[in-house]
Every structure is written in C-alpha cells, then in structure tokens.
C-alpha cells in the first residue's frame, strides 16, 4: 500500500496564498530545500476532486491536513470517507470510523508505510531529487500550466497505480498550492489546498490517535 | 441494522437445512402488488451511484473504500477507489448475450486483482443494486408473514426478494439451497436508492459490506 502515500508525500510541503514580488523561490532544487527548510508547522484543510468516466459530477472528498516538522502527520478525510492517518515520532496509525468509533484499519500495510514515510522526510527538506521512488522533473510555469515539480514512479509496478504526480508550487516559499494524481487512463485526482496556517504550534495530541 | 440482526439467524437456520424458505401463495389480488414492491427495491436503469463501503473481512479485517457503480447498456460497471481517489478496480459485467467476454477487468491493483475477487464482486453488487431478469417464479409469504418474490435466474440459484411485515427489505440468494449472500435495504429508499445497504457473505470466507449512499444520478 505504498502507493497510498504517493500524494501524501508532496502534501507535506502544503498550501498557501501569501506571496512574495521577489523572484520565485522554486527556481531550483537548491532554492525549494532552503525554502522547504523555514516551514516548520502546516495546518490546512482541502478538497479532494475525483474525475471518472462513469460519473458526469467529480467525487468531492474534504480532509483536514498538520504537519510538524521533524516528521509529524496528521491526514484526516472528514467526508465521505471518515479515515484518519496519523505519524508522531515514527509510529504510524490508519483507522477508519465505523458506527461512531475509530477502528484501525487493519488492511493498510504499515511496515510499507514507514518505508515511504522514509521518503517524506526526505521531500519536506525540499530534496525531491534524492527520492528512491519517484524521478523528479522542475517544469516552470509555461503555457498556461503553473510550476510544479513532476514526479514519475521508478518501480514500473508503481507506475501502474499512479502514472506521474504534479506538485503545483505556491508562492510562499516552501509551499504547494495544490496536487494532481494522475493514473493512466484513470483520469485524475485534484486536491487543492485551503486556508493554511503557517509556523504556529500543534500541540502532541493532533498527532495521535483520537482518545475514545 | 438491528432489524437485520434480528432476521439473520432465523434466515441462516432455514439455510442450513439445506432446502428453500417455503412460500404459502398469497390472496389472488395481491400478486401483481407485491411483485411490484419487489421491483421497487431495485433502482430503475440507467443509473450511478456512489457509495462509501466499510467492509468487515475475515480475521477481524476493516477497511473503507469508496465504490461507484452505473448501469448503462454496455452493462454494470463498478469501480473501487481508495480514500485518496486511487482506482483499485475497475470491472464491466456485460448484459447477456452481449459480444465478448462477461467480464471485462479494465484495472485491478493488489489485494483486488485476486482471480475471485472480480467475479465476486460484480455478484454483489448485482444482488444489491439489479432487479432479476423477467417475472418472479412465484410469489407468495414466508412462514414469518413476510412477503416474497422468488426468482431463479440461474438453474442451481434463487433469489428471494423479501418485503418484511415490519417494513425492512432483504434480497436473499440462495445457492444449491444454501443461503450464499443476504442483503438488507435501509432507509426510504427513493427511487430505489437506500441509504445504506448490507451485504452479508456468510461461511469462514465470509465478509459483511455495509454500504452509505453518497450520491446518485
């Protein structure tokens, strides 16, 4: 289940609006590590748009995102799905609310999460290029398109479920405005960040499993 | 749900003994009424509809997955997603007597490329969301008062479309006489729409689906 944490790792680097005239802080890898480097708290939510052949309407996920640096993680889907991934200090839990109660999910194969969570580390430095996973490419915006980093997946097992992930920069430094996932021929999941906050504190219990 | 605790037992014990809920007819006049309630239960084609599906599996195994299923003439169409939108299967059921194959897998990602598992599935979905082909073999009640119309749409298969006296809703598929999948229908069930649906596969590979609707169209 790796794969599940394909997104998760540029999400890591989330959202903002506020910007700066000066010139754009992604212009390299050396810039997005040194930008990377000052965000030390994210808290945000988003909204997941999930395009299919068969549905004339996206499917519209809402979630909640915190980060904490050194590698603190809280992804919470809120509606439809009520699923909850949360990471503090190395210890990763997925659970699934079922009948008003947070249950672990019990299918997620977290030895394989800590593997790539192995890798987010590396991406919230900004280090992209030392992924073991992904070979990334820094596109400028061109042609209408914003600047983004592109991700394509090494293992070509990997890139059955996910053909290439764009990470789409803001213009606060160290920050994504956005996510695209692409599957071949699958079409594509949005998730768009919004109403971040920046650099204030989490405290412990935003990293745990909800108390029930 | 309670009320589907309350039916199960008493529906797995008739399936152990390895014969048919018998049916008493009904009055005359009541036929072509209950027959059309039964239909009812099904939504009418073509039609999607989204789902969130928490899934109880062997050993004590949750997971939550969200599910979109359509009907159109190409057939039933079901596609699993993962909480971040990642397809893990996508499968057609084609109409009988369509060209090609039955099923067609156009993507399925471990754990769901299992050979089983497409087939499995697509039934499913099918006793929850299709109407049997053609008019029910019989009509008539279960020893409990309740309603049923029986379809055989397939020569070692039943279906049984049960109408509760207490106003719940199950469709029962019985294979070689055993009880092999049991759905109840909750909610109003607008359109044929329910707003939660459970699947229950009884048996040591058993597993229980229970099904929210999200949206339809």
Known sequence: MAWRFAFVLAVCLATSSAASAAEPWYQDWDGIRKAAARVNTIETTFVQTRTLKILAKPLVSRGVMAYRRPNDLRWEYKSPLETLLVVRAGNVQRLVKHAGKWVTDASAKLEAMKVVLGEINLWLEGDFSSSRTFRPVLRPAAAGQPAHVELVPIDPSLAKIVSRIAIIFAERPGTVSAIDIYEENEGVTHIAFDNPRFGGAIPDERFDPPRQ | ?217
């Open chain 2, 1 to 217: 749900m309670t009320r589907t605790c309350c039916l199960s037992p008493l529906l797995l014990l008739a399936a152990s003994c390895a014969h048919l809920p018998s049916l008493s007819p009904l009055p005359e006049d009541a036929t072509a009424a209950t027959t059309a309630r039964c239909q009812q239960v099904f939504p009418r084609q073509p039609w999607h509809a989204t789902h969130t599906i928490f899934a109880t599996l062997p050993f004590g195994q949750n997971s939550e997955l969200l599910g979109v299923t359509a009907t159109s003439p190409e057939g039933l169409h079901a596609v699993l997603l993962s909480p971040e939108g990642l397809t893990l299967f996508d499968g057609v059921q084609r109409r009988q007597g369509a060209a090609g194959p039955p099923l067609v897998v156009k993507r399925a990602v471990p754990p769901f490329d299992q050979p089983a598992f497409a087939a499995s599935l697509m039934a499913d979905v099918g006793s929850a969301f299709l109407a049997p082909p053609g008019a029910p073999l019989a009509v008539g009640r279960y020893a409990s008062g309740d309603s049923v119309c029986r379809w055989s749409p397939l020569a070692n298969e039943t279906t049984d479309v049960v109408l509760g006296v207490a106003g719940t809703k199950m469709v029962l598929t019985f294979r070689n006489l055993h009880l092999v999948r049991q759905v109840a229908l909750v909610g109003s069930g607008d359109d044929g729409f329910f707003t939660e649906v459970s699947l229950t596969v009884p048996g040591a590979g058993g597993y229980t689906l229970e099904m929210r609707l999200v949206d339809r169209e």
